[in-house]
Nanobody, 121 residues
Framework: QVQMGESGGRSVQAGDSLRLSCGAS????????LGWFRQAPGKEREFVAAISWIDGSTAYADSVKGRFTILKENSKNMLYLQMNSLKPEDTAVYYC??????????????WGQGTQVTVFT
């Protein structure tokens, strides 16, 4: 079972950039695609981005295309989310998780603590 640990969230001003980190450990992270999800207050958890651990192919939610970039560092089993041009509507708790292929379906029912991102005007 892949175990994930998110970090890097904080409060930032609209227009700022932020990079989130996720350490993936446990059973063979190479066999997974990994992704980022987020949950805003009062809303359901939603897909943000995913990446193939094998070939680096990516997928993004329309709301973040062109602003967010998902990155991986295989040698360190690290996943990142580079977030640029942040907007108040990006405020949420961000989670990383294995995904079913490079797409929006999480391949787990177990979620970590997440990391809080708050964007203020």
């Amino acid at each position: 079972q892949v175990q994930m640990g998110e970090s890097g969230g904080r409060s930032v001003q609209a227009g700022d950039s932020l990079r989130l980190s996720c350490g993936a450990s446990g059973h063979s992270s190479k066999s997974y695609a990994l992704g980022w999800f987020r949950q805003a207050p009062g809303k359901e958890r939603e897909f943000v981005a995913a990446i193939s651990w094998i070939d680096g192919s990516t997928a993004y939610a329309d709301s973040v295309k062109g602003r967010f970039t998902i990155l991986k560092e295989n040698s360190k089993n690290m996943l990142y989310l580079q977030m640029n041009s942040l907007k108040p509507e990006d405020t949420a708790v961000y989670y990383c998780a294995p995904t079913v292929g490079v797409g929006p379906t999480p391949a787990t029912h177990h979620w970590g603590q997440g990391t809080q991102v708050t964007v203020f005007t």
